[in-house]
């Protein structure tokens, strides 16, 4: 824990991956557990990890990115965080992100700009961007990011690590700071597969806090890791490989591909139709959930309150206005109107049909083949500042994690090599409950 401190004290001024340090905590539990010994069950015991600051953390500040949290503590810790506690593992900080993961590069922070591990004129990605950095600049072993449109696997690709996105109702979204309830996901961050595996056992299965949590078995991720995938069969829809993909991602691709079949793998061009309509579906479901997740933020019960205020009105209206930022605003005005009356048959319920649509489109694939395979992202991480005042394009370079999460699949970005010195994310996605062909998988790859 002293090691990791002073390493995050060093690498954090270049990286600027942490919002809030843990640190007189963390090294009381350290003293702890060196004086009662650990649990050698407990695979994590006494390792420092680093958690995306949307998942509350009782008595330790929880900001979401923004203003409005910027004081804020809870009391109470989510259920990933006392699976994690039960485990023995020590949290070190919290991580920056997307003002409450709002966005793909981290710049809507409101606190700072966490640069890419690899080149800090770039990009982390985001929104778990501080997650990936830390991971991929050495300062944590392991971190806890969240995933609603491809926030974990996005980071990873551009940061060159291991990004799981679990199965919608794998893992527990108590105190996970609600931004789009119906695709949101806690996931992990490691630098390798296996180590993604066991991290996900950690946090994994039913809670009666949350009704959306599974009670499917959670098998041991980490089993089977063996590097024997022959006669998997693997699908890569063609929309993967097309129009808007940077010619040296599907040059990484396609290497990817001739390793699987190598390793035993067969591989097929397979189509997802409708997944050129997911990045506009999700804009309108997303926007939708969160406009009614953030009404909570009212100045009245916690977080940031104006100052001046004549009546009620002004507490919402001046507090909210003070306090969020232009990415969630926008968000919050597009969400209300997808769902007024005269909007909602035109917007929201016709993405949700779409949405029925793009999850069609994946049960047809799984029908005959074990797991999807194509990029992450279609280009490498861009340079800060770049994209930042054009929200389409910004919006577009989710086009290829967005569908997963509409679908409710698990999804895992693992490096596939470079271009010009910047990571490339292979991104594999299985089937509904079969993280562990995923992880297979990735295991025989890397
Ligand atoms: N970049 C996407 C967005 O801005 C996804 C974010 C996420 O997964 N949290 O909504």
Redesign the pocket.
């Known amino acids: 824990v002293k090691e990791t401190l002073t390493t995050i004290k060093e690498r954090d001024q270049k990286l600027a991956a942490f919002l809030t340090l843990n640190e007189q905590a963390a090294l009381d539990q350290a003293a702890k557990l060196d004086q009662q010994g650990i649990d050698p069950a407990n695979i994590l015991a006494g390792i420092p990890l680093a958690i995306k600051d949307n998942i509350v953390t009782k008595n330790l500040r929880t900001t979401a990115a923004s203003k409005i949290l910027e004081n804020f503590q809870p009391i109470y810790d989510a259920t990933v965080m006392e699976k994690l506690a039960a485990q023995q593992a020590v949290t070190i900080g919290k991580t920056n992100l997307?003002e409450f993961?709002?966005?793909?590069s981290t710049e809507n922070s409101a606190f700072q700009i966490t640069k890419n591990a690899w080149d800090q004129t770039k990009v982390p990605g985001?929104?778990s961007g501080g997650s990936a950095a830390a991971v991929a600049g050495g300062e944590v072993l392991a971190a806890l990011g969240?995933?609603?449109?491809?926030?974990i696997r996005q980071p990873a690709a551009f940061n060159g690590i291991v990004g799981v996105k679990p199965t919608y109702g794998r893992v527990s979204r108590y105190g996970l700071i609600a931004?789009a309830s119906s695709l949101d996901q806690i996931g992990p961050f490691t630098r390798n597969v296996k180590d993604n595996a066991l991290l996900l056992n950690a946090i994994s299965g039913l809670d009666p806090h949350d009704s959306t949590s599974s009670n499917q078995k959670v098998p041991d991720f980490a089993a089977g890791l063996d590097g024997n995938i022959k006669n998997m069969k693997i699908a890569v829809p063609k929309e993967y490989l097309g129009e808007g993909i940077a010619e040296p991602v599907k040059a990484a691709i396609k290497q990817a591909i001739s390793t699987f079949e190598k390793l035993g793998a067969t591989v097929d061009e397979v189509s997802l139709p409708h997944s050129k309509y997911g990045v506009p579906v999700y804009y309108i479901i997303?926007s939708s959930e969160a406009s009614s997740n953030l009404q909570r933020f009212d100045g009245i019960r916690y977080g940031y309150r104006a100052q001046d205020v004549k009546n009620l009105e002004d507490v919402y209206v001046k507090s909210r206005s003070e306090a969020f930022g232009d990415e969630v605003k926008r968000r919050i005005m597009l969400g209300t109107f997808s769902l007024s009356a005269g909007t909602y048959d035109a917007f929201f319920k016709k993405a949700a049909q779409v949405r029925t649509l793009i999850c069609q489109d994946f049960a047809k694939v799984f029908a005959d083949y074990d797991l999807i395979l194509g990029p992450t992202a279609p280009t490498t991480a861009f340079g800060i500042g770049e994209d930042i005042d054009d929200p389409i394009t910004m919006y577009m370079n989710?086009i290829l994690t967005i569908p997963v999460n509409l679908a409710g699949l698990p999804g895992m970005s693992l490096p596939a090599g470079f271009a010009d010195g910047l990571p490339i994310g292979l991104q594999l996605i299985a089937n509904r409950f079969a993280e562990n062909t995923m992880y297979r998988a990735g295991y025989a790859f890397e």
Do not use: L
């Open positions: 997307d993961a709002m966005g793909g985001g929104s969240s995933d609603t449109g491809g926030s931004f997303a989710d």
